[in-house]
């Protein structure tokens, strides 16, 4: 596309709960990227892309906010903007992002984290628009119990739900976990992590696209960054390739859904250890 060209752009006004649940659902459609606003968010799509498309897709979204039980009123408008190159833009915007009391977060073309704190454990990630570097809450809140965990439970084995760029499963080689496995049914997700893995010299992170039920074997820590009605959907099977007395980490939860997660987890007799939140987020260490 021509830098004198246009392509359609959704803005999206609403309260956080709709625009997570609209924003999971665009990412799953040819968008370009998403920019975060402090009311909501723009979605570029590329061009071929018509009205017709945008409004499909927030057809879909309706429903899907309807079934959530949210009531709440939100806006959506498709307007044209002008080019403008993603890849570039998201460079510039991507910072090295300290985590916890050991993690940091950076890109290849960062300066090396020795001359940023020598401290810190590095964790390089390639960044994507729709895949996790660091910066996201729910993010923050997964690698800060990932350390936790480390650190507490002298845990040998942890396996990633989800892993999108395979940052979870990155940080826990590195903060000590020996047997690591990742899981991530977005075949786009599993050539990410793969190549960050490369990145971060960690090979020996196994990572698949299979379903969650065809992973064999038992962990000491399974984490999943994932929305609410995924974690209910998985559980069954999360639970399953736990050690007994093993913990789960969940992040993903919208504050307002707290409650309802933590009456689940007591329903199934699972142990609340920590909940922690940030930015309208939860995250959460069960046993």
């Known amino acids: ?50 009205r017709t498309d945008i409004l499909k897709i927030m057809s879909i979204g309706k429903e899907r906010v309807r079934a959530s039980g949210i009531l709440a009123e939100y806006e959506i408008t498709i307007h044209e903007i002008p080019y403008r190159d993603w890849s570039v833009e998201w460079k510039d915007r991507f910072s090295p992002v300290e985590v ?8 290849p073309w960062h300066a090396p984290e020795t001359e940023m704190n020598p401290e810190r454990i590095p ?36 396996l990633d739900v989800g892993t999108g760029s395979g940052i979870l499963a990155i940080a826990a080689a590195k ?64 639970v399953k390739r736990l050690i007994r007395g093993g913990r789960c980490i969940f992040s993903g939860i919208l504050q307002e859904q707290k409650d309802d997660m933590l009456s689940f987890f007591v329903a199934q007799g699972i142990q609340n250890i920590q909940t922690r939140q940030r930015d309208g987020w939860c995250g959460m260490v069960l046993r």
């Open 175 to 238: 903060l000590g976990f020996r047997h690591v496995i990742a899981i991530d049914s977005d075949p786009v997700a599993v050539e990410i992590a793969r190549e960050n893995f490369r990145l971060n010299n960690t090979p020996d992170i196994v990572v698949s696209g299979g379903p969650l039920n065809e992973v064999s074997g038992t962990f000491d820590v399974v984490v999943g960054n994932l929305t609410s009605e995924t974690i209910k959907a998985l559980f069954d099977d999360i």
């Open 100 to 107: 916890g009391t050991k993690l940091i977060i950076r890109a």
């Open 1 to 50: 596309m021509k830098s004198d060209q246009h392509y359609l752009a959704l803005s999206v006004r609403a309260p956080l709960p709709i625009r997570t649940i609209l924003e999971a659902l665009i990412l799953d459609f040819d968008c370009l990227g998403i920019e975060e606003k402090d009311d909501g968010f723009l979605a570029c799509f590329p061009e071929g892309t018509s």
């Open 123 to 158: 964790v390089l990630i390639e960044p994507s628009m729709a895949f996790g570097t660091g910066e996201h809450p729910t993010t923050h809140l997964c690698l800060e119990a990932v350390e936790q965990c480390a650190g507490s439970l002298h845990a040998d084995s942890l």
